[in-house]
């Protein structure tokens, strides 16, 4: 079983910026991709980036590339996303996830989540 904790949402102007990190316990070795996936009240929930632990494979989608950044820290066991110029359509929950053994933008495909964090943008 993988735990994951999110933190370091909150509540920031249009144009801010937010980091947010995932710890990760348990057996991590089980998984080899991480990602950040978001759920705004009343959408589906949407991808947003994917890192894996053992290379430097990293996907974002489109709609985020350019703004966002996902990064690891191994010996930390954390998974951070770097989010620049917020708007308020950005607000949303915001979820750490593991599992794939293959690169996915799918939510269904990752086994593990965490409880999520809010992000709220105020314009």
């Known amino acids: 079983q993988v735990q994951l904790v999110e933190s370091g949402g909150g509540l920031v102007q249009a144009g801010g910026s937010l980091r947010l990190s995932c710890v990760a316990s348990?057996?991590?070795?089980?998984?080899?991709?991480m990602a950040w996936i978001r759920q705004a009240p009343g959408k589906e929930r949407e991808f947003v980036a994917s890192?894996?632990?053992?290379?430097?494979?990293?996907a974002y989608a489109d709609s985020w590339k350019g703004r966002f950044t996902i990064s690891r820290d191994n010996a930390k066991s954390t998974v951070y996303l770097q989010m620049n110029s917020l708007q308020p359509e950005d607000t949303a929950v915001y979820y750490c996830?593991?599992?794939?053994?293959?690169?996915?933008?799918?939510?269904?495909?990752?086994?593990?989540w965490g409880q999520g964090t809010q992000v709220t943008v105020s314009s």
């Open positions: 996830a593991a599992g794939p053994v293959a690169i996915s933008a799918r939510p269904a495909d990752y086994d593990f």
């Open positions: 348990g057996r991590t070795a089980s998984t080899v991709f």
């Open positions: 890192i894996s632990w053992i290379d430097r494979t990293i």
